[in-house]
């Protein structure tokens, strides 16, 4: 009898309730994995419907379609002599289940509920699905007619069950069950399981890929058995990028992983292995094996079917790959994978995420204003990451996007060669001047849109500014004044506003009709460039060209973006940016002063954006209120007075109180950060806060009188043990004051 089984996994980029083109992914990674020789081929979660239908799943049409799909896969000719799992939504006696439909040559073998609900980050299962909870225990389920009448069957199994072939036996986990501390793959492995498939739905965040590939290993480090982990890739209609990564592992050790960031909307990744290798690791194990001896079963489901080669050394197995931290380009040659840099992560991850959105929004490409600072600079990077991205593919013979491609550009001959000239077909940027802007932050701009070839203007925008304000001056008679012209903090601000609003209403304006003026038919997309930092310190003025259709850089965080154009401008060899590096970072919205800025970001803001990002992870990470955060910062920053830690984090939380409004209404961007304080799916918390936090600040202050006391005792504060300060958390140098800035943007 043969040893060997070669199996499948798939990364598929499927499109919440595209049923027309997620069946055909479905059915093209099937024939696929056939053609690679495959005799079982595992789906990512809920890869019929999508993932991200959300409220959809209410509706009976989701469940229906969901359905009809499975009926024409069952009925394909590509599905035969082949065990095949896949993802889809089924209501059981009036309850909806997240659930694996497994089946053999038009024979629906069981239907396997999820067991653990995910609802951390931006997951909100139990919303739409409940677990099933009968562990070990199946039910009959009734089929639908138009399955019956394919099938032949009347009810199949429904539970939590296993499929017992011939030569081994396979069991399922769906996405959260491994991550989960009761995983389901130790129980079932102690009772013989040997093969264990995971559909998955996990998204990406920056630093996260080496979390899915430890949990893969482990879960057949400890008892042995091949676990196969497929994921979604791309974006499916939400604000999440599905990172790919499916892979197989073997008795701890990963066999073969496909690519995170890539364009292809179908992979699929395959690996050989011996059956005989998992029962000599896991008999090897004498604890395990004691432990098997008295585990329970679970209810299997008998199929006459073997996975195996009937040849003994027909395939030989897949060795073993390392995975080490390090350049990916560097893969596959001496049998080591690499993860991405958290540069090439930032590289990748929003410029597929764009490419998701814009061919599947039917849009000709994007319209950026360019100020010529970091952050606007980056999002103008991942458009030309894009095109870079997606020239390759088609250069590596990528049908799919070359078809797409034609489509946006409406030339069905085109085939893009160079990146630059896409980035000039698909990017419009241009900067915004106004008597407040300099001639640097300008000069600036146009080099780096020269450089990315991007199609750029640059205008003026004081008309517009003055005919906004000749109409308050027409109703109030008074003339509102800068600061620095003797104006109050109230004129001020409104000066400010309305330079940065004009230019969104501007920015829509030129989307609109700019490929009008090109010749070329529809519309762009208006592309922000606001991050992770000011949106969580509130530090952008509501509607203003913040507020996009789509806002790449909207989960990352400054630094991080400033790491990332150090990496872009060598890989690229992109010039313009490193004045862009070097520049301050300012709005402009404020009167030069000799033709010199007057106004800088971080000390406007009342903090630097490394403090910001500090703040942002004991708030969100640490669910640190203001007194626990001054607790942390207060041996953190110990170079600090307490009560200057004790201002910082004042400061800090009034600002968020006062500003929390605008986090209900950010662009949607591609989630990155696991600090965002994106309000719509991540971070829900009221905005409206008693701004002055007058509780909370008089626990600090009570601290802080505690520490001065110490501090004039004869021991001092010298005897108080020192906590060496992490790296994420180091010094900063900038000592905030205790009230309010007045430039609190509205």
């Not at 980050?121 to 739409?128: D, H, I, Q, T, V």
């Not at 509607?543 to 996009?548: L, Q, V």
């Not at 009560?643 to 950010?666: G, P, Q, S, W």
Request: net charge neutral; aromatic share 10%.
């Amino acid at each position: 009898m043969g040893r060997t089984v070669t199996v499948a996994v798939c990364t598929l980029n499927q499109w919440a309730l595209d049923f027309d083109g997620n069946s055909r992914r479905i059915l093209q990674s099937i024939q696929e994995a056939k053609d690679a020789g495959a005799t079982y081929r595992s789906g990512p979660e809920l890869e019929i419907c999508g993932y991200s239908c959300e409220d959809h799943f209410y509706e009976s049409d989701t469940l229906f379609h969901s359905w009809e799909v499975l009926a024409m896969i069952l009925k394909s000719t590509v599905a035969e002599d082949m065990l095949i799992d896949v993802g889809m939504p089924v209501m059981h006696k009036n309850v909806m289940y997240n659930c694996r439909v497994a089946f053999l040559n038009r024979r629906i073998l069981l239907i396997r509920p999820k067991m653990q609900m995910c609802e951390d980050g931006n997951y909100r299962e139990s919303r739409w699905f409940s677990p099933w909870t009968k562990e070990r225990m199946v039910e009959d389920y009734f089929l639908p007619r138009m399955i019956s009448q394919i099938t032949n069957q009347t009810v199949v199994p429904f539970g939590d069950a296993v499929i017992s072939t011939r030569d081994t036996c396979v069991g399922f986990e769906i996405c959260e069950e491994l991550w989960n501390p009761m995983s389901n793959h130790i129980p079932m492995s102690l009772d013989g399981v040997e093969i264990i498939a995971n559909g998955s739905g996990s998204y990406f965040e920056l630093r996260k890929a080496y979390v899915t590939v430890d949990l893969v290993k482990s879960a057949t480090f400890k008892s042995g058995g091949c676990y196969m982990f497929s994921n979604l890739r791309g974006c499916d209609g939400a604000r999440v990028y599905f990172n790919g990564g499916s892979c197989i592992a073997l008795n701890g050790q990963i066999l073969n992983r496909g690519k995170q960031f890539a364009l292809d909307e179908v992979e699929i990744t395959v690996a050989t292995f011996d059956l005989e290798d998992i029962r000599s690791y896991r008999n090897n194990i004498r604890s395990r094996s004691h432990l098997a001896a008295r585990s329970p079963s679970y209810p299997r489901v008998k199929v006459d079917f073997v996975l195996t080669s009937e040849n003994l050394i027909s395939t030989p197995p897949d060795r073993p790959i390392d995975i080490d931290l390090g350049p990916y380009e560097n893969e596959n040659i001496t049998g080591k994978l690499s993860y991405h840099t958290v540069d090439e992560e930032i590289s990748m991850a929003p410029a597929c995420w764009l490419w998701d959105y814009l061919r599947r929004s039917c849009q000709g490409g994007f319209f950026l204003p360019l100020s010529g600072g970091v952050d606007s600079a980056s999002s103008a990077c991942m458009v030309y990451s894009m095109c870079d991205m997606i020239v390759n593919s088609v250069k590596k013979g990528d049908l799919q996007v070359l078809s797409d491609i034609r489509k946006i550009v409406g030339d069905f001959e085109y085939v893009p060669t160079d990146p630059k000239q896409l980035c000039n077909i698909l990017l419009v940027t241009c900067y915004m001047a106004t008597e407040n802007s300099s001639a640097e932050t300008k000069t600036r701009a146009a080099e780096l849109a020269n450089q990315i070839g991007s199609y750029h203007h640059s205008i003026v925008i004081d008309a517009a500014v003055s005919a906004i304000l000749s109409i308050f001056q027409q109703v109030a008679k008074l003339t509102p004044r800068f600061k620095v012209q003797g104006g109050s903090p109230r004129e001020n601000l409104a000066l400010q506003n309305v330079q940065a609003r004009l230019r969104m209403v501007i920015s829509y304006l030129f989307a609109q009709l700019m490929l009008w003026v090109r010749g070329r038919p529809g519309g762009l997309l208006v592309l922000g460039s606001s991050n992770v930092d000011e949106a969580l310190r509130g530090y952008f003025t509501k509607y203003d060209c913040s507020s996009a259709d789509i806002n790449p850089i909207g989960g990352i965080a400054k630094n991080d973006l400033k790491s990332f154009l150090s990496y872009f401008r060598k890989k690229h060899e992109i010039t313009a940016l490193d004045s862009i590096l070097d520049a301050p970072p300012t709005a402009e919205l404020e009167p030069l002063q000799a033709g010199q800025l007057a106004q800088l970001d971080e000390i406007d803001m009342g903090m630097t954006y490394q403090e910001l990002g500090i703040f942002g992870r004991l708030r969100k990470q640490d669910c640190a209120g203001p007194f626990t955060m001054f607790c942390r910062l207060v041996h953190m920053w110990d170079k600090c007075t307490s009560k200057e830690v004790a201002d910082k984090v004042k400061h800090f939380y009034r600002c968020y109180a006062i500003n929390r409004h605008k986090m209900t209404i950010l662009t949607p961007s591609c989630h990155a950060e696991s600090y965002s304080p994106d309000d719509n799916r991540f971070d829900h918390r009221p905005f409206l806060y008693n701004h002055t936090w007058k509780w909370q600040f008089n626990a600090i202050d009570e601290q802080v009188k505690r520490f001065l006391d110490e501090e004039k005792s004869p021991r001092g504060r010298k005897d108080v043990p020192k906590v060496p300060m992490k790296p994420r958390y180091m010094m900063l140098s900038s000592v905030i004051s205790n009230k309010t800035h007045p430039g609190v943007v509205v």
